[in-house]
């Protein structure tokens, strides 16, 4: 859910929320850890060094100005070289990623360089698709984007998740850059649903996994998915849950 231009410090507001049926214990959960996990949003403003931003672009071939603004609600520059590192290790067939953006651009150039592969990335906002997929086209990439409305989380999962439709199996890996906190702090937990798609060896990366309502998510889905193993890498401002699937 992140364009290539510079983003504010607060998030976009979210229309569909305005349907969201919001109780005590939702307000109450909202609040209280979102007063706790202020170091960590002020800490995601800086979205890497200008040394690993070039880094990452040199090591995809990609010229300096290709992430002309990462930081904020954006993926950091740590997340990206993970991403990027798992893609040209493991050659995988099919990538899906919910929140578009900076992430499917460094995809699909990773994608491109392996040839092979394919990414599926879904967002609820249509012009954030047609910038995404406008910024591809220009360094001749090339995903699958795919603007979807959300809609009320399955159970027992809070808040509202992308009406992503049918999805293929052999999930290679699964990242999870979306929906933003403000519409629930365990809002990204629903993406286990996904998760029985996903191969044996494949992976699921959580972004902001330092976060408070991330930490809680990860324990949720360490007692929802024996057959996964959670940890939280803690590299770069935000960290990141990572999940494998037992072979």
């Not at 990609?62 to 290790?89: E, Y």
């Not at 990538?95 to 491109?112: D, K, M, N, P, Y």
């Not at 795919?146 to 199996?169: F, I, K, N, T």
Request: proline share 6%; hydrophobic share 40%.
């Amino acid at each position: 859910m992140t364009s290539r231009e510079a983003t504010k410090f607060l998030p976009r507001n979210h229309d569909e929320v305005e349907n969201l049926e919001r109780g005590f214990r939702h307000w109450a959960t909202l609040i209280g850890i979102g007063a706790i996990q202020w170091p960590w949003l002020l800490r995601s403003l800086r979205g890497g060094s200008k040394a690993d931003k070039r880094a990452l672009l040199e090591r995809l071939e990609l010229p300096l100005d290709a992430l002309p603004n990462l930081g904020s609600w954006k993926a950091d520059t740590h997340f990206l070289h993970r991403i990027v590192d798992w893609i040209l290790a493991e050659q995988p067939e099919l990538v899906v990623e919910f929140g578009t953006g900076a992430s499917s651009l460094i995809i699909a150039r990773a994608l491109q360089l392996n040839g092979k592969g394919r990414l599926i990335s879904f967002d609820q906002y249509e012009d954030f698709i047609e910038s995404t997929q406008q910024w591809l086209g220009e360094y001749g990439l090339t995903a699958d984007l795919r603007c979807v409305p959300l809609v009320a989380s399955p159970e027992p999962w809070p808040g509202l998740w992308y009406d992503h439709g049918a999805l293929p199996d052999d999930i290679d890996l699964l990242i999870v850059d979306g929906p933003c906190w403000t519409i629930h702090p365990f809002v990204r937990g629903a993406a286990d649903g996904v998760f029985s798609h996903l191969r044996r060896g494949g992976v699921v990366l959580l972004d902001d996994g330092a976060r408070p309502g991330e930490r809680i998510v990860r324990k949720r889905w360490e007692e929802r998915w024996p057959d996964f193993d959670f940890h939280l890498a803690r590299e770069g401002a935000k960290g990141t849950v990572v999940g494998i699937r037992r072979a």
